[in-house]
C-alpha cells in the first residue's frame, strides 16, 4: 500500500525558517517525481515544487523560488522542503505527491504550517 | 507559464443529475491533464489523467474529455458521495498550474 506521511507541521514567527518532511513507503520511491502542493485556509490548490527522480531537476513556483528549496534522500524515502524567509501567506496545509505518468497519483495527509507573530 | 481557467467556480445540481466542468489551457498541454475531487478536511484524490483515462477505483460514471485545449470532466448521475471541490491539473510544463477549483453541492 503507497503511503506518504508528512511531518514538521507547526507555528512560526515571520521570517523564520522551518522544514518539512515526506516519508514515503508502497513503491520504489527513487523511480518517481515528487512534488509539493499548498493549500491556504479556504482556498484552492497551489502546486509549488517538482523534484526528479534523481534530484536532476528541480523546479518551483514563482512565490516560493529563492525560499524555499526541494530535496530528497532516496537510500531514506524521504521528500524534505525547506522554508526560510517565511511569510503569512505561507500560511497553508501542505501535501506532497507522488507524481506518474498518471498524474499526482497518490497525496499525503498534509501537515499545516502557520507563519504568524 | 501556463494559465488554467476552470468553470463554473460552483455548481449545484440534483441526484442523477449529468455534471460538466470545464478547464481551459493558455496553450497546448496534450494530454498532461488530470482532474482530482476533494472532500472537505481531506487530501486530494486523483480522478482521470491523461485527459480521459480513468484512475484506478474511480467510478464509471465520471469521464473526461478533450477538445483542442479545452478539458471537461463529467459526471454522467450525480450521487451523493460526489459533493466536493474539484480541481484540473496542467502537469505539462512545469509549473504546474490547478484550475481555480469547482465546488459541487447536491441540490
Known amino acids: 500500500e503507497v503511503q506518504l506521511v508528512e511531518s514538521g507541521e507547526g507555528l512560526v514567527q515571520p521570517g523564520s525558517s522551518m522544514k518539512l518532511s515526506c516519508v514515503a513507503s508502497g513503491f520504489t520511491f527513487s523511480n518517481y517525481g515528487m512534488n509539493w502542493i499548498r493549500q491556504a485556509p479556504k482556498k484552492g490548490l497551489e502546486w509549488i515544487a517538482l523534484?526528479?527522480?534523481?534530484?536532476?531537476?528541480?523546479y518551483y513556483a514563482d512565490s516560493v523560488k529563492g525560499r524555499f528549496t526541494i530535496s530528497r534522500d532516496n537510500s531514506k524515502n524521504t521528500l524534505y522542503l525547506e522554508m526560510n524567509s517565511l511569510r503569512s501567506e505561507d500560511t497553508a496545509m501542505y501535501y506532497c505527491?507522488?507524481?506518474?505518468?498518471?498524474?499526482?497519483?497518490?497525496w499525503g495527509q498534509g501537515v499545516m504550517v502557520t507563519v504568524s507573530s | 507559464d501556463i494559465q488554467m481557467t476552470q468553470s463554473p467556480a460552483s455548481l449545484s445540481a440534483s441526484l442523477e443529475e449529468i455534471v460538466t466542468i470545464t478547464c481551459q489551457a493558455s496553450q497546448d498541454i496534450g494530454n498532461w491533464l488530470s482532474w482530482y475531487q476533494q472532500k472537505p478536511g481531506k487530501s486530494p484524490q486523483l480522478l482521470i489523467y491523461?485527459?480521459?483515462s480513468l484512475a484506478d477505483g474511480v467510478p464509471s460514471r465520471f469521464s473526461g474529455s478533450r477538445s483542442g485545449t479545452q478539458y471537461s470532466l463529467k459526471i454522467s448521475r450525480l450521487q451523493v458521495e460526489d459533493i466536493g471541490i474539484y480541481y484540473c491539473?496542467?502537469?505539462?510544463?512545469?509549473?504546474?498550474?490547478f484550475g481555480s477549483g469547482t465546488k459541487l453541492e447536491i441540490k
Open positions: 523534484i526528479y527522480y534523481d534530484s536532476s531537476s528541480k
Open positions: 505527491a507522488k507524481r506518474s505518468y498518471r498524474g499526482f497519483d497518490y
Open positions: 491539473l496542467q502537469a505539462y510544463s512545469a509549473p504546474f498550474t
Open positions: 491523461g485527459a480521459t
